[in-house]
């Protein structure tokens, strides 16, 4: 079954089941989201709060980032495979409220950001002082929620991975979800693209060559203009016929220098195959569920590089490039060059519906949960 069958078939409901746990004492307790059998909905608990390590801090949840990974996760089907039960949650805004004994980098009050195992979907988050970041001034708790994923994401598929230069021309897919939406926020404002409004005119491009140039590809219309209202160049509809023929109307027969792909399977060869000399594609997912197999004659023929992007490892393999992504992504939302889209806002309660927003391909940019 599906990931939307499972979801559609044992939660029709907008609200979860709430189970209470005793609490030694009687004392404080928070809510969390737990999964606690792989392919089911998940419940919501009241647990006691556990002693701080001296390394550690507590924060006060106000947001939590709702990625396809947390639902991957909760089937079974993600690359880590934490052990039953937890709590789902990868990415979280909140307020200190308590630290450990060695603690020096946030104190309590301090507005942050997090980035969590799993267990960022609760009223409280305990995790390791090196794993938060302090959120400037005037950026909401709401937007820096947004951030850690899927603009750490973005910074380090264009700038680390593909070594995006400018003049160079961005295709990405799956551009009305949130890495999408990062993608096309950063490649326009980050990297510097000029707002353009192109159509299809080959004679047009040409006579931008050597500008910045992002072209956002999904699946439906209305998915196509939000990426436009949001800082793409051109767009293509790809349930509307061959990616590469519409790719190659938009720049001709060069192609484009970079893609950025989310979805996997055909679009991903399509991609691939639109690809200009030299040109890089880096896969960060596989959305559309179909892993495709990579052949290897199209790297040849035009000197082409493939790789992919699993940004949450380099928490472990390179924590320098992990946490200046995300220090990036808070200066530059700051600064008022990016801005991300909030797409839809769930209650903590609604957790299951807002997976179910997620699988039936409802959602555009950013999907969170909110804790107040």
Same mark, same amino acid.
């Given at each position: 079954?599906?990931?939307?069958?499972?979801?559609?078939?044992?939660?029709?409901?907008? *609200?979860?089941?709430?189970?209470?746990?005793?609490?030694?004492?009687?004392?404080?307790?928070?809510?969390?989201?737990?999964?606690?059998?792989?392919?089911?909905? @998940?419940? #919501?608990?009241?647990?006691?709060?556990?002693?701080?390590?001296?390394?550690?801090?507590?924060?006060?949840?106000?947001?939590?980032?709702?990625?396809?990974?947390?639902?991957?996760?909760?089937?079974?089907?993600?690359?880590?495979?934490?052990?039953?039960?937890?709590?789902?949650?990868?990415?979280?805004?909140?307020?200190?409220?308590?630290?450990?004994?060695?603690?020096?980098?946030?104190?309590? /009050?301090?507005?942050?950001?997090?980035?969590?195992?799993?267990?960022?979907?609760?009223?409280?988050?305990?995790?390791?002082?090196?794993?938060?970041?302090? #959120?400037?001034?005037?950026?909401?708790?709401?937007?820096? &929620?947004?951030?850690?994923? %899927?603009? !750490?994401?973005?910074?380090?598929?264009?700038?680390?991975?593909?070594?995006? *230069?400018?003049?160079?021309?961005?295709?990405?897919?799956?551009?009305?979800?949130?890495?999408?939406?990062?993608?096309?926020?950063?490649?326009?404002?980050? @990297? $510097?693209?000029?707002?353009?409004?192109? /159509?299809?005119? @080959? &004679?047009?491009?040409?006579?931008?060559?050597?500008?910045? @140039?992002?072209?956002?590809?999904?699946?439906?219309?209305?998915?196509?203009?939000?990426?436009? $209202?949001?800082?793409?160049? &051109?767009?293509?509809?790809?349930?509307?016929?061959?990616?590469?023929?519409?790719?190659? $109307?938009?720049?001709?027969?060069?192609?484009?220098?970079?893609?950025?792909?989310?979805? /996997?399977?055909?679009?991903?060869?399509?991609?691939?195959?639109?690809?200009?000399?030299?040109?890089?594609?880096?896969?960060?997912?596989?959305? !559309?569920? %179909? =892993?495709?197999?990579?052949?290897?004659?199209?790297?040849?023929?035009?000197?082409?590089?493939?790789?992919?992007?699993?940004?949450?490892?380099?928490?472990?393999?390179?924590?320098?490039?992990?946490?200046?992504?995300? %220090?990036?992504?808070? *200066?530059?939302?700051? $600064? /008022?060059?990016?801005?991300?889209?909030?797409?839809?806002?769930?209650?903590?309660?609604? =957790?299951?519906?807002?997976?179910?927003?997620?699988?039936?391909?409802?959602?555009?940019?950013?999907?969170?949960?909110?804790?107040?």
């Amino acid at each position: 079954m599906t990931l939307v069958g499972v979801w559609g078939r044992c939660f029709p409901r907008t *609200q979860t089941w709430l189970c209470r746990r005793a609490v030694p004492g009687g004392g404080r307790h928070y809510r969390t989201a737990l999964c606690a059998q792989l392919k089911q909905p @998940l419940a #919501i608990e009241e647990v006691a709060p556990r002693p701080l390590q001296p390394q550690e801090v507590r924060v006060d949840v106000h947001f939590c980032g709702v990625n396809f990974a947390d639902i991957l996760v909760c089937h079974g089907q993600y690359q880590e495979k934490p052990q039953l039960p937890f709590t789902p949650g990868m990415e979280f805004s909140g307020i200190v409220l308590e630290t450990g004994s060695e603690v020096h980098s946030v104190k309590e /009050g301090d507005q942050v950001i997090g980035v969590s195992g799993y267990n960022g979907m609760a009223e409280e988050c305990i995790t390791d002082q090196k794993m938060l970041w302090q #959120i400037p001034e005037k950026v909401p708790l709401l937007e820096a &929620a947004a951030l850690p994923v %899927t603009y !750490g994401t973005a910074l380090l598929a264009l700038e680390h991975r593909a070594c995006t *230069q400018p003049g160079e021309t961005v295709l990405v897919t799956a551009a009305a979800g949130a890495t999408g939406l990062a993608v096309i926020d950063v490649a326009t404002n980050v @990297l $510097q693209a000029k707002n353009l409004s192109m /159509g299809s005119c @080959l &004679a047009f491009w040409e006579a931008f060559s050597d500008m910045d @140039l992002v072209i956002a590809a999904a699946g439906s219309d209305e998915k196509c203009q939000l990426a436009m $209202q949001r800082g793409a160049q &051109a767009s293509v509809n790809y349930t509307r016929g061959s990616l590469k023929e519409a790719v190659q $109307q938009l720049v001709g027969n060069d192609g484009v220098n970079v893609v950025i792909d989310t979805v /996997g399977g055909n679009v991903f060869l399509e991609a691939l195959r639109s690809l200009a000399w030299e040109g890089r594609i880096v896969v960060v997912g596989f959305a !559309g569920g %179909t =892993i495709a197999s990579l052949p290897a004659n199209l790297l040849l023929l035009k000197n082409i590089s493939a790789m992919g992007l699993f940004w949450g490892r380099y928490k472990k393999q390179n924590f320098p490039v992990f946490s200046r992504s995300l %220090t990036s992504a808070l *200066q530059y939302c700051q $600064q /008022g060059r990016i801005q991300p889209y909030i797409g839809a806002v769930f209650k903590l309660e609604e =957790i299951n519906a807002a997976f179910l927003h997620v699988t039936q391909r409802k959602s555009t940019g950013k999907v969170l949960l909110s804790m107040k």
